[in-house]
Every structure is written in C-alpha cells, then in structure tokens.
C-alpha cells in the first residue's frame, strides 16, 4: 500500500450504510479510494457493492443486522485487497444527523458520546438510533482507529437567538429542546468556506447565501464565516420544497388533517415527509424526470418547479435584505449543481438587486471544481460549488484523530 493516510466515512441510515475510503488531502473532485453501500437489510435478498477506481464487488446474500452488512462489507473490501486492516486508517467519520443543543462541533467518540447521541433520539427518531447502530458496529469492528462524529446540525449553533427561536412558549420548547437547528451543515460550510477565495476576499468580510438543492434541499444565510439563519427546522422537514418534503406549511394543516381527514400522527408525519414536496404535487420526486414532464406539458409538473422555485426565491429574499450587504449566492448538490434552469429561474429579474446572470456561463457543463454564472459586472457573484460532505467529514475526523 501506498503512504496515504486514508479515512473511512460512513453514512448509517435506517435501510442502508453507505461508505466511502478517502484521502482527506485529495482534491474535491478525485473519486474516492473505495465507495460502497449495504442495502435491503432484513430483506430476503441484501445488497453489498463495493468499488475502486478499477474493480467492483457485488453480493446478494440476506443480511441480518447492519453489523453483518458492515461486517461482510469490510470483508469484501478485503478480498479486493482495500480492506480498512490493509489501508493506513487514520480515522474513521460517522455522519450523524443531529446534534441537538448537545454538540457544536465533531468529536472523537468516546461512551459518553454514543450516550448523548442516544439521549437525543427523539429529535430525530429515525436517524439518531441508525446511527448510533453504525457507530457500535464499527468500533466494534475497528477498535484501534479514532472514530469522530460529526453532525449535520453542528455549524448552525452559531444562529442566533433572534433565528434560532420559535415563537413559542419558552418554557415548552426549553423542557423539549425545541429550536431551529437546521441540517446539511457539512455542507453548507464546506461551501461556504471556499466562497472567499473564490472572491479574493478574507472570510470574515464576506455575506454570503449558500443553496442546498438535493433530494433535501435547504438554504443558508453566511456573515463573515458564521451561519446566521438557514431554512430547515427542529428537523429537515421544514424551509424549501423538496424531493418528497413539503417544506414550511402552516402548522394548522396538521391538525385539519388530524380532525377533518382523520389522520393518525404517523400518517401525517408520512404524507408531509414521503408524499409531499415535488413528488406530492407532481408524482415524481426527481429533478430530471419533473423537467422531462415539463416538456410534455403535464401541468401538475409544471405547478410542483413554480412553487419549488417561489420557496427557494422567498428565502434567497428574506437572507438578502437580513444580510444587509450580500456579495455571493451558491448553488450546491443534485439540482444546484446540475439543474441550470432552476439556477436561472431562482435568480431571474434580480437585477435591482445587483445579481446579473450570464447564461452562457451558466449553462456550462464541463466543470468539475466551482464556477462563477454571474456576469462579470454581477455585484452579487453566483457561483456553482459542488458539495462533498464525505471530504468535509474525512477531514474533520483525520484532524481531530490527528489531536489525540
Ligand atoms: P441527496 O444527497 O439529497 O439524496 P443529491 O444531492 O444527490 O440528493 O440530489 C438528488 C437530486 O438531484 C435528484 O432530485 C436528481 O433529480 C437531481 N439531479 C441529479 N442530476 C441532475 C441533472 N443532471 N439535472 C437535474 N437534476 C439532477
């Protein structure tokens, strides 16, 4: 094996583990060292694929629990001589979803840690326990390696009061640690970290708006390094329209459908975050199958991009005039990275406001790092800047492993 110092990420959900091996100091764009993924857990057929740069493994057999998942996962890796035992593991980073008012940065995991990310189930009940299930598992299975958490609330603990609070009564929300948290944090610094540079301005001088459109979308409001407002929740199912996520709704319409509709929580819970967003006005929940719609004139298709295209422009809006002095907007993730259309429409007739587009530059396709799509005399620069969380999260575990 080479001298690379490599980083194992893992990413633990309810159905699935996803992983990558990386090289903390490579390049964004380098593909990385090993990905893979175990699926269909406790399903009659699982699903493990592993793949390098030059081979690629796949197996079928049932997987009981995510450790067998994980367990037959690191053996594969092994087989294609790239098992975590054969690299120079330096760390390994979990991504966990949240961090509640617990946790303001990533940290080595230690027993208290798994304690205080399980004392924080019920601020997302789904997530948390799946990634705790991760953790256990390989620890268990790496024991020699720092493992690091690090969570997608954990840049927005900066927000400040003002945003952070809901108009609610303080003494229930303080008893129930109800508050804006927000989410996709990794990546919202990630991206706006290299927003400076690309503006030849020291970060603590520059506002910026950073656009998370994945299948979860959300937006952020940046001052001088440090989050100041973003658009999801207590949980991700608030702020803009989604894949499957509705986004800000009034909070009534949950107990309409509860008394008119007759709706059970779990249901309602299931139809705002399954059956909504794109997917509840349109049927379909992927960007590139809305727009194939589109252009067969489906109508419903066409109601589901304005009203995902009014949401993304209300926020971009309020974070403008909040901000006071805006010098950069960027686009990130599935739809912001590849979606110049929903670029153009959310930025269109903007002018008054100082953010000049330039088509050209935005319909560009043959760029792997950032790119600018404003014009040249743009006061407000837009930018495209592809996300990479697992980078993000390789190199915040290689460098607190590396503080031990
Ligand atoms: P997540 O990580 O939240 O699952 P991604 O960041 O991978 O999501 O984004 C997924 C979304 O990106 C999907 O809705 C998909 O349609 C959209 N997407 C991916 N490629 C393109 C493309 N070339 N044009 C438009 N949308 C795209």
Do not use: W
């Not at 330096?90 to 303001?104: D, E, K, L, M, Y």
């Amino acid at each position: 094996m080479s001298d690379t110092k490599y980083a194992l990420v893992l990413n633990s959900g309810s159905s699935s583990i996803k992983f990558q091996v990386l090289d903390p100091a490579a390049d964004s764009t380098e593909p990385p060292f090993v990905s893979g993924i175990v699926e269909k857990i406790g399903e009659p057929k699982g699903h493990i694929k592993i793949q390098t740069e030059t081979s690629k493994m796949e197996d079928t057999r049932p997987l009981l629990s995510h450790s067998v998942g994980l367990e037959r996962a690191f053996g594969m890796m092994s087989l294609l001589g790239v098992g975590p035992q054969d690299l120079d593991l330096v760390a390994v980073g979990h991504r966990v979803v949240h961090g509640g008012p617990t946790f303001s940065g990533p940290v080595v995991i230690d027993d208290k840690v798994v304690e205080d990310i399980r004392d924080l189930i019920p601020l997302a009940p789904l997530h948390n326990p799946a990634h705790i299930d991760g953790i256990e598992n390989a620890r268990a299975l790496l024991p020699g390696v720092p493992h690091v958490a690090v969570f997608d609330t954990s840049f927005f603990s900066t927000l400040p009061d003002k945003a952070a609070f809901y108009a609610l009564d303080k003494d229930v929300a303080t008893e129930h640690n109800i508050r804006r948290y927000g989410f996709h944090g990794t990546s919202h610094e990630y991206i706006s970290a290299q927003v400076p540079g690309l503006l030849g301005k020291e970060p603590e001088d520059v506002n910026q708006i950073t656009l998370h459109l994945g299948n979860g979308a959300s937006a952020a409001a940046v001052r001088g390094g440090v989050a100041v407002d973003t658009s999801m929740g207590l949980t991700p199912l608030a702020g803009l329209v989604m894949g499957t996520r509705c986004g800000d709704i009034d909070p009534s319409i949950i107990f309409h459908l509860k008394r008119s509709a007759g709706m059970g929580v779990d249901d309602i819970d299931n139809l705002l975050n399954r059956k909504s967003g794109l997917k509840g006005l349109s049927g379909v929940n992927d960007f590139r199958e809305l727009k194939e719609m589109i252009d067969n004139g489906d109508e419903n298709a066409k109601l589901a991009y304005d009203v995902y295209i009014y949401q993304l422009r209300r926020f971009v809006g309020s974070y403008m005039l909040n901000l006071g002095r805006l010098d950069a907007i960027s686009f990130t993730a599935g739809v912001g990275e590849n979606a110049a259309q929903v670029r153009a429409d959310a930025m269109a007739g903007l002018e008054n406001f100082g953010i000049v587009m330039d088509a050209e530059r935005n319909a560009n396709r043959d760029v792997d790092g950032p790119f600018e799509i404003s014009a040249s005399d743009s006061a407000v620069k837009v930018f495209v800047v592809p996300t990479n969380e697992e980078l993000a999260i390789a190199r915040y575990a290689v460098k607190l492993a590396e503080q031990e």
